[in-house]
């Protein structure tokens, strides 16, 4: 039985993507027959969806309406629609992988930063526009946004251009928008790692999910995932878990991996073992009612792909597929917790 099958009792199980697993047929079947949600890794981000060359060649006509290209993530979408694989979007704001010239009066980093209506306005008419696209061309396709990634950092909201132009309130214009252009019954999220620490988790409870729910505006939390081998503790990540299921909403692991230098066979069943105590936990969660998982992605489809191994500057091998596709110990592990 394959992932998505065996789960599809409780919840999603979900790959995020690169070009190879798009391209490579064995990658391709590989994806077909475990997975039922999939994400872009990386080319449906702010970088990549906003037109440089045309906003920068024309910076009056598109000053509060940025021009968005949708050239480098059709390929993605086609792929999902073909297969009829549904998606997570991802994501529409944040403050990484979004240019700087975005922030600047004339799209022009010589020039000072915009001022907060005008960044208010790019940000909502960025993701009007983005939904106009999908709500046309590939409607159904993407049943849940990350509406903004990572905006909490040493028990605040992180520092950045958003904050430096909008104000701490930016990203309730965000879910504003996306609340006003999804189509209805679309789920809407808010994403971040390490959501176990428990400033971090409390942060995000008080100042990020009530507000937001307050407002109908958020349907989700996504916990990243991003673990490794010693942490977090899994108590820590229950308790957050139940936290952040005790809001009513949804919760989906966006971008679980567990870090892992050493693949020995001993290594290797360490991983596979940990796998399976995290999975036991998320079922539990979801079987008893103390959170409502919907899905469960892991960030990237092999070992060989994984972004963990140029971020830790050491190969890492963290996923439950390696080589031609092999399932790993950690493979059979998750899909016995199910039994
Ligand atoms: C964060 C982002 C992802 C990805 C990973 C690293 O967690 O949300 O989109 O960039 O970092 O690959």
């Known amino acids: 039985m394959s992932l998505k099958e065996a789960f599809a009792p409780y919840f999603k199980m979900g790959v995020a993507v690169a070009i190879p ?28 969806i906003l037109d440089k060359k045309e906003n920068l060649e024309n910076p009056e006509a598109h000053d509060l309406e940025p021009a968005v290209t949708f050239e480098i993530c059709r390929p993605f979408l086609d792929f999902a629609k073909e297969n009829k694989i549904p998606m997570r979007g991802h994501t529409l704001g944040w403050h990484n992988q979004t240019p700087k010239w975005f922030f600047h009066e ?22 009007k526009a983005v939904f106009a696209f999908i709500n046309s061309e590939y409607p159904d396709l993407i049943y849940a946004w990350d509406v903004f990634n990572e ?27 996306a609340r006003k252009y999804s ?40 916990m990243q995932s991003h673990l490794t081998m010693d942490k977090p503790d899994f108590s820590d990540y229950k308790f957050a878990l139940e936290k952040f299921g005790s809001t009513g909403l949804i919760i989906h692991m966006t971008e679980l991996d567990i870090h892992n230098n050493d693949n ?31 899905c469960v992605t892991f960030w990237n489809l092999l070992d060989e792909e994984s972004w963990l191994s140029g971020f830790r500057k050491e190969t890492s091998y963290p996923l439950l597929f390696h080589k031609n596709c092999e399932a790993k110990e950690a493979y059979y592990s998750v899909l016995k917790t199910v039994e």
Do not use: H
């Open 183 to 222: 189509t209805p019954g679309t789920q809407l999220f808010y994403n971040d790692y390490d959501t176990s620490i428990d400033w971090k988790r409390d942060f995000i409870y008080e100042k990020v999910l009530l507000p937001l729910k307050e407002k109908g505006l958020v349907d989700g939390m996504g």
């Open 106 to 127: 004339g799209y022009s980093e010589e020039k000072p930063l915009a001022g907060r209506e005008t960044m208010i306005a790019r940000l909502q008419n960025y993701i």
């Open 151 to 177: 905006i909490v950092e040493d028990n605040a909201f992180r520092k950045s251009l958003w904050t430096e132009t909008i104000g701490e309130d930016f990203f309730f214009f965000a879910f504003e928008a």
């Open 264 to 294: 020995s066979e001993a290594s290797m069943k360490a991983l596979a073992d940990r796998y399976s105590e995290l999975f036991k936990i998320i079922l539990e969660a979801k079987k008893t009612g103390t959170a409502n998982v919907e």
């Open 21 to 48: 697993d798009i391209t490579v047929s064995q990658n391709m079947d590989l994806i077909r027959r475990e997975f039922n949600s999939m994400t872009c890794e990386n080319n449906m981000k702010p970088m990549y």
